[in-house]
């Protein structure tokens, strides 16, 4: 599935298509070059899942992990710095997957088994900037399937 982002708007879009499909446990993986828009991505989703607007999503690159308090809890992790699924599975996101967290993943392509496999990734680029959504396992094959419908 390809979703045209002509615009930041188009964005908050995908995310609030996203979002409602979305449930604890699920892994969403955001890959794409520098200035895609992997962070305002996460933040648009956020925000769908019901994060106030009074608390920031910023980009998890130096602390790895935040935590955010919607429907259901959100874990915003950046895996640019990490050397390998060892650095990875340090990090306990798939005990937080585990715990009903939705794991939303920055640079997480390379990790998606290290990450408890089964993700929803959204291959973001600019020039166009677009979205390419694919799934890597029945439960986010289901999920595409879900916003390829909707």
Partial sequence: MEVELASERATRE???????????????VLSGPLGSGKTFFARALCRSLGLP????VPSPTFTLVHEHPTTPPVSHA????????????????????DDGRVLLVEWGEPYI?????????LELSTGPRRAKLRATGRRSSAL???LEGA
């Fill in 14 to 28: 995908l995310a609030a298509r996203v979002a409602p499909h979305l449930a604890a446990g699920d892994l969403v």
């Fill in 53 to 56: 607007a009074r608390l920031r």
């Fill in 78 to 97: 950046d895996l640019y710095r990490l050397r390998d699924e060892n650095d990875v599975r340090g990090l306990g996101l798939d005990a937080q997957r």
């Fill in 113 to 121: 088994d290290a990450l408890g496999g089964d993700a929803l990734v």
């Fill in 144 to 146: 595409l399937a879900a």
